[in-house]
Structures are given as structure tokens and as C-alpha cells.
């Protein structure tokens, strides 16, 4: 399922932030925590690799000042499969999903909100997700930082205490 449903939503999101003025070390940051989340079989798997390599190719379209294109989602199919596909799972879904796997408590946070963004408890740890820009915001002190859910996992392993 998530190597039918995550790429394209994954190059949109990347398509979007390379034509919105981005910095670049941000973008890639983005890119190479993606795929650190990836198991090895995925990484393995060629339409996933052929889905990464076309990031990198956008990515350094954009770096070099080129027009970035969207590649259509029909093109990325491989011809001649016909896949009955589940619904794309949005941010929050994986999100979710992840939190579940490691038996953590994914909520949100009645009547908090950051930016018109709403607020979810990942277990100890505050976020928000945008998901436009497909990014996950961790609270961190008096900041709100960019995050992986590997990151999630970690701080919140490693918080002595509860957050509100």
C-alpha cells in the first residue's frame, strides 16, 4: 500500500515547496529524513527508488534555477498493472499509524492551537502538522522545530516529564 499511495502525494508536497522560494538545506533535510524512514525492503523496491531519484532530479532543477514540472500521477503508475487502490493516507493518518506501532498516544489537544494550526499530543510531545507542506512541528522549549517521526520518537523516549 505505501508504495502505491506515498509517492505521489510525497512529489507533490516536494513539488510545492521547491516552487515556493525554499531554502534548500530545509529541502533537503526533508528529503533525506523521508527516506531514513523508509525500511530497507521499500529502498529497495525500484518504483520507490525511481520515486526518490525523480526528488533528487527536481531538487536539483530547482538548485540550478530551472523550471520544476510535475510529473501526472498516471504516468507514475507502471503500465499494464491494474491495483484496486486504498485511499491515500494523509499526514496525520501515517502519523497515527506510526504512534500505534509504538504504542504511543496520538491526540489531539482540545483547544490548542499554533498559527491556525491544531495542536496533537505525540505521546509527551506537543506537534502540529502541516500538511500542505507535508511537515511535522515539534515543540522544543520556547520553539516549534521541523521533525521526523523518528525524531517524535525519540523525544519523547527521552522527556523525564509530561507536557500539557
Given at each position: 500500500m505505501l508504495e502505491v499511495n506515498f509517492p505521489?502525494?510525497?512529489?507533490?508536497?516536494?513539488?510545492?515547496w521547491l516552487n515556493s522560494n525554499p531554502k534548500f538545506e530545509e529541502v533537503m533535510q526533508w528529503y533525506l529524513d523521508w527516506k531514513?524512514?523508509?525500511?530497507?525492503?521499500?529502498l529497495a523496491n525500484e518504483r520507490i527508488q525511481h520515486h526518490l531519484d525523480v526528488g533528487l532530479q527536481i531538487m536539483n532543477q530547482a538548485v540550478e534555477g530551472m523550471v520544476v514540472v510535475q510529473q501526472q500521477a498516471?504516468?507514475?503508475?507502471?503500465?499494464?498493472?491494474?491495483m484496486d487502490v486504498e485511499p491515500v493516507m494523509s499526514l496525520k493518518e501515517v502519523i497515527?499509524?506510526?504512534a500505534?506501532?509504538?504504542?504511543?498516544?496520538f491526540k489531539p489537544k482540545a483547544g490548542r492551537t499554533h498559527n491556525g494550526f491544531q495542536i496533537y499530543g505525540f505521546g509527551?510531545?506537543?506537534?502540529?502538522?502541516?500538511?500542505?507542506?507535508?511537515?511535522?512541528?515539534?515543540?522544543t522549549r520556547d520553539c516549534w522545530s521541523l521533525a521526523t517521526l523518528e525524531i517524535l520518537k525519540e523525544m519523547h523516549f527521552n522527556s523525564g516529564s509530561k507536557r500539557c
Amino acid at each position: 500500500m505505501l508504495e502505491v499511495n506515498f509517492p505521489p502525494q510525497w512529489q507533490l508536497a516536494l513539488y510545492n515547496w521547491l516552487n515556493s522560494n525554499p531554502k534548500f538545506e530545509e529541502v533537503m533535510q526533508w528529503y533525506l529524513d523521508w527516506k531514513g524512514l523508509l525500511p530497507q525492503e521499500l529502498l529497495a523496491n525500484e518504483r520507490i527508488q525511481h520515486h526518490l531519484d525523480v526528488g533528487l532530479q527536481i531538487m536539483n532543477q530547482a538548485v540550478e534555477g530551472m523550471v520544476v514540472v510535475q510529473q501526472q500521477a498516471s504516468a507514475r503508475l507502471t503500465c499494464g498493472v491494474h491495483m484496486d487502490v486504498e485511499p491515500v493516507m494523509s499526514l496525520k493518518e501515517v502519523i497515527e499509524l506510526y504512534a500505534q506501532e509504538n504504542e504511543l498516544l496520538f491526540k489531539p489537544k482540545a483547544g490548542r492551537t499554533h498559527n491556525g494550526f491544531q495542536i496533537y499530543g505525540f505521546g509527551n510531545i506537543s506537534v502540529y502538522i502541516d500538511t500542505l507542506n507535508s511537515k511535522i512541528f515539534a515543540q522544543t522549549r520556547d520553539c516549534w522545530s521541523l521533525a521526523t517521526l523518528e525524531i517524535l520518537k525519540e523525544m519523547h523516549f527521552n522527556s523525564g516529564s509530561k507536557r500539557c
